[in-house]
């Protein structure tokens, strides 16, 4: 429900009654076929918002390019039929759907709900409250929001990098042109009537003349950038001007992600420079990321911008700065991007009243570490931004965990509203012979702007085995997809070629209309004479429709071939195997189990618990081993959980929905289980290192060893004490950043100053990166007089013992820039995250370790924790460094994710997946070699004879088994080499 809000909430979990309030779009979504005739005709010109009011739209508009639902909406309040009182109608006159609709009126709707996801995101951070960066005075500061649209294909520049000046100077330019033909006009009317013309328009003329030639000189000096800066933590980490006093967690890594598409853009002749205080490149793979964009030529300079002032010639910028060796310094930059935070919006905070919901010092909304997605009322969730900051991967991330916690409490309603689609049965059509259909869209004037769709028709009615031919408006409709039904049965069609835009977005579409009429989805073929012809032949109308009816030729040689193929259902086994029985093992466990799936915890050691045994407070400051106390109590009473204890896993076998999986225990012969999906949850382990003395010097403790000797006379005692960070990370062998440690040594830092004010304290480290409102955490530490002290790489602290076991340490102060000795009771090494023995479990499973051997996830953005390999999922340690309540929220997600196959009771197996001809087959086994997936498999047919057999539930049908073959006998269905040739034949033979 697009262009709606939440009125009001009433009830409890389980039963919430909500007034949704729908205002109207003015157009009828299901008529709209999102042509664009009625924007490209509407006379009202408007700022674009989603381009950051760098470009400009019309009043009837759809918001962005892949907007869902893909639709046009009107913008009352700028519409000259709706919001003026004028009359236009233009828009209603040209829509050849007849999909605009100006009586449209505000619904208010009444949903009856068990439970409310909270997911209203954020907004950036208004840089025109800090006049020190003239982003209100100057058009070449811009925000990164901006200036990721000007890096856009479907930006205001096309992705061409400009500076706004210049798209300044010609909308100016264009609005003095505008006057001066109206004043001309003006003028010839006058002069009509008296034969003179009045010498204050004359003047006046002449002004406007003038000035259009001081604007073409300008725009004619202009230059695309050469020189970009960006600054960082504007409107975070800052106390003083907006009281954001949190780390926004994303903009250092945007920032390096735009400097680096920016020199992609310039071919490399731009130079890039970062201006930051702490470069919080915290996620996965994202240091290894800086790193390259730092070796390719970004320029990172770490200092606050304290002015930035135009050059009024040039429209350049200079940037005044202090080094850190304290010297001040002066740059010009072509442009400066201010690299904006994220932050709660006054709709946000009223929605939060509405709901009675609780929001923390920040205003989003408050959740604990234990509970991360559950706000302050039960039943109502909060996922991404709203929940405070956090990038991309986490958010969605967040999102499955809100769906997952939701679904919890809501089981017993499962399936209880769900309608099934139903399908006509299928016609046999394998002894017929190719009766094809042909169906061209001329696409309103997308299409047919540019290729000569009526010769495409008559060319398309004159090929092999086409027996109908029929020239459609827009294919896609409703209304073309019905009637396409009726000619299939009308026509006895077999086979159906439609020749419109992209596959890509359409042809599901087009593949259940061919289910309607009782044909088989996959006896459908579609050209793209859109995005192929008539958007990159858009100047030579010939060469687009002859490459038109060369693409309809090969696709109608293609589709007398195609067969049907079957897509068999498998049963689902309702279990789950969880690997690891740490927070995240349990956690998605739970999960599971309270959707009423049967869980099976395979723990190596003898004990629940994992890592979070050795914590004993969150970084929020909860309780961590009463919480443990307590899931473990949960996990071990509840029936549907089995736990294997002192075991591992020895084989597993199978396909989503149904694996067969070996748990050896104790060294006997182990016991195989059914289950349906797998969520690896193995955690990861904490470095022993080899440096600072750890192991030789019992003063030198790791980070989590440090709550044991919390109340040892050496820590209650003390005077002063050394933190060291990355210990094994960020270093060649270890490139990725381990997350959780300047959180857990700051934190640490706090609580010694608690226990004993007089201690010095010190933290020697790279950057600190107390991320999201950790950096709370930070400033106290700050007031509370621990020292922080920065080093780098090639001067790394050196620690040394001294009599009776004392520990001198010895490092290089970046302000004073000499080396300063400490002489601390006791250090801590904020030591590298690492797994250990994921490989064994990764092969088993079929699947992949990044470079840092945590698990690798299908997408970072989209699937952050799913495998490529159906049915296996990832959260916790095993994924990549996190604290407590993330590895909560992942293990949530991920047991929400698995939730999704285990609710089934079948399972449709996708039929476009590889076949072996046997009769063929040596039993090589080079497609079982290739395989990502494990979908070959080599069986004995005759004593010592072997061929291989697909598991089709397993394919992914990407053919790397049919390139491998030697003797051709593997082929993937669908995309044959007869199929392939044939097109490639009809291509080249005109």
């Given amino acids: 429900m697009t262009n709606s809000q939440l009125q009001s909430l009433s009830g409890t979990e389980g039963n919430f009654h909500a007034e949704v309030l729908q205002k ?72 050849p759907a007849d999909a605009v609709d100006y009586g449209q009126k505000e619904k208010l709707l009444n949903l009856q709900v068990g439970a409310v996801i909270l997911a209203t995101g954020f907004q950036a951070f ?144 731009l130079e890039a420079a970062i201006f930051f205080m702490d470069m919080r490149t915290y996620g996965k793979e994202f240091e290894q990321y800086y790193n390259r964009a730092r070796d390719n030529g ?137 009766r094809i259909g042909v169906f061209v869209c001329n696409c309103g004037v997308n299409i047919s702007s540019v290729v000569r769709v009526p010769e495409v028709v008559e060319y398309a009615s004159g090929l092999p085995n086409v027996v109908y031919v029929q020239e459609n408006l827009f294919s896609c409709s409703q209304d073309a997809q019905d009637k396409l039904v009726g000619v299939i049965k009308e026509q006895n069609l077999n086979r159906v070629v439609v020749a419109a835009c992209s596959p890509r977005t359409h042809e599901p579409l087009f593949q259940e209309t061919i289910r309607n009429s009782s044909l088989n989805k996959y006896l459908f073929e579609q050209a793209n004479i859109r ?58 466990a739970l999960t599971l189990a309270r959707q009423g799936f049967q869980a099976h915890i395979v723990e190596e050691k003898d004990r629940l618990g994992g890592h979070a045994l050795k914590l004993t407070r969150t970084w929020k400051g909860e309780d961590i ?80 060893d440090l709550d044991k000797a919390r109340d040892t006379d050496l820590v209650r005692k003390a005077s002063s004490a050394v933190f060291i960070q990355c210990v094994g990370s960020r270093e060649p062998d270890r490139p990725h950043c381990s997350r959780i440690c300047c959180t857990f040594s700051v934190q640490k830092a706090v609580e010694l100053k608690e226990l004993n004010p007089e201690m010095d304290v010190t933290i020697l480290y790279r950057d600190i990166r107390t991320y999201g409102e950790r950096e709370d955490l930070y400033r106290e530490a700050r007031r509370r007089g621990v020292i922080f002290i920065r080093y780098d790489l090639e001067h790394k602290p050196v620690v040394r013992e001294i009599d009776d076991g004392r520990l001198e340490v010895t490092v290089m102060d970046h302000v004073l820039r000499r080396p300063i000795t400490l002489r601390p009771d006791f250090i801590t090494l904020a030591s590298a995250i690492q797994t250990r023995d994921a490989d064994k479990l990764a092969q088993l499973f079929k699947v992949p370790l990044s470079q840092d051997h945590f698990f690798l996830e299908v997408h970072m953005k989209l699937r952050p924790v799913d495998f490529a390999t159906d049915g296996v999922f990832v959260c916790g340690l095993a994924h990549y460094p996190k604290s407590i309540d993330e590895s909560i929220a992942q293990a949530q997600a991920a047991a929400a994710r698995a939730a999704t196959i285990l609710a089934q009771e079948t399972i449709e197996v996708e039929g476009v997946v590889s076949s072996v001809d046997q009769t063929m087959c040596r039993g090589c086994g080079k497609c079982v070699d290739v395989c990502p997936y494990g979908s070959p498999q080599l069986v004995e047919v005759g004593e010592g004879v072997f061929v291989s057999q697909i598991q089709e539930a397993l394919c992914k049908g990407c053919g790397a088994c049919a390139v ?27």
């Fill in 625 to 704: 081993p009463s919480f443990l106390e307590q899931l473990v109590k949960d996990v071990q009473d509840n029936e549907a959980i089995q736990v294997h204890l002192n075991s591992s896993i020895s084989a597993t076998s199978g396909y989503v929905g149904n694996f067969k999986t070996t748990i050896a225990s104790g060294g006997g012969d182990g016991v195989e289980i059914e289950h349906g999906v797998t969520i690896l949850a193995i955690g990861a382990h904490s470095l022993n290192p080899d440096e600072y003395l750890y192991g030789k010097n019992s003063r030198v403790f790791r980070w989590h």
């Fill in 126 to 269: 208004d840089p025109t409250r800090i006049d020190t960066y003239g982003y209100a005075t100057h058009p070449n500061v811009v925000t990164a929001l901006e200036f990721e649209r000007l890096l856009s294909a479907g930006g205001p520049t096309s992705g061409h990098l400009h500076r706004p000046s210049e798209l300044v100077l010609k909308e100016e330019i264009s609005a003095l042109e505008t006057e001066i033909e109206k004043l001309d006009r003006r003028t010839r009317q006058a002069g009509d009537k008296d034969g003179s013309s009045p010498a204050g328009g004359i003047e006046h003329r002449g002004r406007l003349g003038a000035a259009l030639a001081e604007l073409t000189n300008k725009l004619a000096a202009e230059h695309e950038p050469k020189r970009i800066a960006w600054l960082q933590c504007v409107g975070s980490r800052d106390i003083n001007v907006c009281d954001n006093g949190y780390c926004s967690g994303v903009c250092c890594m945007y920032a390096v992600k735009e400097a680096v598409i920016a020199r992609e853009h310039a071919g490399g002749d």
């Fill in 964 to 990: 491998a073959c030697p003797t051709g006998a593997a082929a993937i269905r669908h995309f044959n080499d007869k199929e392939v040739l044939t097109m490639v034949e009809a291509a080249l033979c005109k």
């Fill in 298 to 434: 970004v320029r990172f300079v770490r200092s606050r911008v304290h002015s930035v002032e135009p050059d009024i010639g040039t429209g350049n910028l200079r940037l005044g700065y202090v080094k850190e060796s304290g010297e001040p310094a002066e740059e010009e930059f072509d442009l400066v991007v201010l690299s904006v935070g994220l932050e709660s919006s006054p709709e946000v905070r009223e929605l939060a009243g509405k709901l009675d919901i609780e929001l923390d010092h920040y205003q989003f909304a408050k959740t604990g570490s234990f509970a991360p997605v559950a706000t302050s009322r039960p039943g109502i969730y909060a996922c991404g931004v709203l929940q405070g900051p956090k990038d991309i991967p986490v958010s969605v991330m967040e999102a499955s965990a809100a769906a997952g916690a939701a679904a919890s409490n809501l089981a017993a309603a499962r399936h209880t509203l769900v309608q099934k689609k139903t399908f006509p049965e299928e016609r046999d059509v394998r002894s017929e012979d190719p």
């Fill in 24 to 95: 109207p779009r003015y157009v009828d979504l299901d008529k709209c076929i999102s042509c664009g005739a009625c924007a490209g005709k509407c006379p009202t010109v408007v700022i674009d918002a989603f381009n950051a009011g760098l470009g400009k739209r019309k009043a009837i508009y759809k918001y962005y390019a892949q907007a869902i639902p893909s639709g046009y909406a009107i913008d009352a309040e700028n519409c000259r039929q709706l919001g003026h009182g004028k009359k236009c109608g233009i828009c209603a006159k040209v829509c």
């Fill in 531 to 588: 995005d192929q012809c008539s958007w990159v032949h858009a100047m030579d109308h010939d060469a687009a429709t002859q490459k038109a009816k060369d693409l309809v030729r090969m696709a109608v040689a293609r589709a007398a071939l195609i067969e049907p193929l079957s897509m068999p259902s498998v049963p689902v086994n309702r279990a789950a195997l969880i690997v690891g029985g740490g927070v995240a093992g349990m956690m998605s």
